[in-house]
């Protein structure tokens, strides 16, 4: 390999520049002060998978009921997540993490039983995010400059063969189960695909550089999609694929996500150090909640009250409590944590460090840090497989 595409250059050059727009600006992290600790204790080509392996069957299909209430929340829609209890169309799969490693196309493999690397293979060009399929049946790497994706089964722990999607930088699911949604971020494009068939029923023009990250509705009616070179939060109708609104953030939005009874939306923010607080109704930024530099990624506690938020530039992370939208923890991590993942039992957050070259395996009752696992180099988008939940909405193992 000669070097990167140049649009790989372009998104080095962006990082850097954030990286010293950043460090000259001085943030303030706000914390509450907070008696609970952490968790509650309680590559080869081969041919696609056939549809009947991708469609879940009729019995196993998760009920789309809104979720009971959970923690007095009205309603919440990661009830599904906030128990140890796996679906039973997982039961029996071994729990492994899955890393992608952005430079040298490859996935590393780590037993959180170990903590080693236990198998290491070759994917596509640019792998990004690995996302588990709405059925929770495959695990998907998206190789975004081969605009493939590797299908993984995660009852083996090894590729099973490649798909032709564009531009796989963030994949998707509709609530719905109906519609894959691939992010196409250089081609600032939302393909949606029939996944059963990976055929292309629809695409939306993003009008703005940077398409990123997303969350649906609780009802999965619309989604709020970052534009990180942009600065702006786009609003999308799902039935219709359209665009209905556009909201000004300024900086640089990454990960987004929904509140767990629907209200409002966060919005990580690069640039500005911390969260927005969004209506998604009225397109309107009610608050901002400091976190710290490089505000970039979000993982919801296994109890569904907290909400992690990765700081890549501080080197820390903080813990934002749901019902209050303050600051309660911020956990000095080291690393540059980027994407997260929480263990089934919540009492491990699994982060991969962007330009470290690591994944750091973190206590979530006392912040500290308590493995540091070297792999590839600019590992970034891992999951934890299997997780609880009724179905995935995609990006790295997001679940309701």
Same mark, same amino acid.
């Given at each position: 390999?000669?070097?990167?595409?140049? =649009?790989?250059?372009?998104?080095?050059?962006?990082?850097?520049?954030?990286?010293?727009?950043?460090?000259?600006?001085?943030?303030?992290?706000?914390?509450?002060?907070?008696?609970? /600790?952490?968790?509650?204790?309680?590559?080869?080509?081969?041919?696609?998978?056939?549809?009947? @392996?991708?469609?879940?069957?009729?019995?196993?299909?998760?009920?789309?009921?809104?979720?009971?209430?959970?923690? *007095?929340?009205?309603? #919440?829609?990661?009830?599904?997540?906030?128990?140890?209890?796996?679906?039973?169309?997982?039961?029996?799969?071994?729990?492994?993490?899955?890393?992608?490693? #952005?430079?040298?196309?490859?996935?590393?493999?780590?037993?959180?039983?170990?903590?080693?690397?236990?198998?290491? +293979?070759?994917? %596509?060009?640019?792998?990004?995010?690995?996302?588990?399929?709405? &059925?929770?049946?495959?695990? =998907?790497? /998206?190789?975004? =400059?081969?605009?493939?994706?590797?299908?993984?089964?995660?009852?083996?722990? !090894?590729?099973?063969?490649?798909?032709?999607?564009?531009?796989?930088?963030?994949? +998707?699911?509709?609530?719905?189960?109906?519609?894959?949604?691939?992010?196409?971020?250089?081609? #600032?494009?939302?393909?949606?695909?029939?996944?059963?068939?990976?055929?292309?029923?629809?695409?939306?023009?993003?009008?703005?550089?940077?398409?990123?990250?997303?969350?649906?509705?609780?009802?999965? !009616?619309?989604?709020?999609?970052?534009?990180?070179?942009? @600065?702006?939060?786009?609003?999308?109708?799902?039935?219709?694929?359209?665009?209905?609104?556009?909201?000004?953030?300024? /900086?640089?939005?990454?990960?987004?996500?929904?509140?767990?009874?629907?209200?409002?939306?966060?919005?990580? &923010?690069?640039?500005?150090?911390?969260?927005?607080?969004?209506?998604?109704?009225?397109?309107?930024?009610?608050?901002?909640?400091?976190? %710290?530099?490089?505000?970039?990624?979000?993982?919801?506690?296994?109890?569904?009250?907290?909400?992690?938020?990765? &700081?890549?530039?501080? /080197?820390?992370?903080?813990?934002?409590?749901?019902?209050?939208?303050?600051?309660?923890?911020?956990? #000095?991590?080291?690393?540059?944590?980027?994407?997260?993942?929480?263990?089934?039992? *919540?009492?491990?957050?699994?982060?991969?460090?962007?330009?470290?070259?690591?994944?750091?395996?973190?206590?979530? !009752?006392?912040?500290?840090?308590?493995?540091?696992? !070297?792999? *590839?180099?600019?590992?970034? *988008?891992?999951?934890?497989?299997?997780?609880?939940?009724?179905?995935?909405? @995609?990006? &790295? @193992?997001?679940?309701?």
């Amino acid at each position: 390999m000669t070097g990167p595409p140049s =649009y790989a250059r372009r998104r080095l050059v962006a990082g850097l520049a954030l990286l010293l727009l950043a460090a000259t600006t001085t943030f303030v992290l706000r914390e509450a002060d907070d008696a609970e /600790g952490g968790e509650a204790s309680a590559g080869v080509t081969s041919p696609s998978p056939s549809v009947s @392996g991708e469609r879940p069957a009729p019995s196993s299909s998760p009920s789309l009921a809104p979720s009971a209430p959970a923690h *007095g929340l009205q309603p #919440n829609v990661y009830a599904a997540i906030a128990t140890h209890r796996l679906s039973p169309s997982v039961r029996g799969i071994r729990p492994l993490v899955y890393v992608p490693n #952005n430079t040298p196309n490859t996935v590393d493999v780590i037993d959180p039983k170990t903590f080693k690397v236990i198998p290491h +293979y070759d994917v %596509g060009y640019g792998p990004q995010h690995i996302t588990p399929a709405w &059925n929770l049946q495959r695990l =998907y790497v /998206g190789n975004t =400059y081969s605009n493939t994706v590797t299908v993984i089964d995660p009852r083996t722990g !090894r590729p099973t063969g490649t798909i032709h999607v564009f531009d796989t930088y963030n994949l +998707y699911f509709t609530p719905d189960g109906t519609r894959a949604i691939d992010v196409a971020e250089r081609m #600032n494009t939302l393909y949606f695909y029939d996944w059963h068939t990976w055929k292309v029923v629809g695409q939306i023009h993003i009008p703005w550089p940077g398409a990123d990250h997303l969350d649906f509705s609780a009802d999965g !009616r619309f989604l709020l999609l970052s534009t990180e070179y942009a @600065g702006r939060l786009v609003k999308i109708d799902v039935p219709s694929m359209k665009i209905t609104r556009a909201l000004d953030l300024g /900086g640089s939005p990454v990960d987004v996500k929904v509140a767990p009874d629907g209200s409002v939306f966060f919005v990580a &923010n690069q640039v500005r150090g911390g969260v927005s607080v969004v209506d998604p109704e009225r397109m309107k930024e009610l608050g901002f909640i400091p976190t %710290g530099r490089g505000a970039h990624g979000f993982c919801v506690a296994r109890d569904a009250r907290r909400l992690y938020v990765s &700081n890549r530039l501080a /080197g820390t992370i903080s813990v934002i409590r749901f019902t209050t939208r303050t600051v309660v923890h911020t956990w #000095n991590v080291g690393g540059s944590p980027d994407m997260m993942q929480v263990s089934p039992d *919540g009492r491990e957050l699994w982060v991969s460090n962007r330009f470290d070259g690591t994944v750091s395996v973190i206590d979530t !009752r006392s912040g500290k840090v308590l493995h540091v696992i !070297r792999v *590839g180099a600019s590992p970034h *988008g891992l999951t934890y497989f299997p997780q609880p939940g009724r179905f995935s909405i @995609g990006h &790295n @193992g997001v679940y309701r």
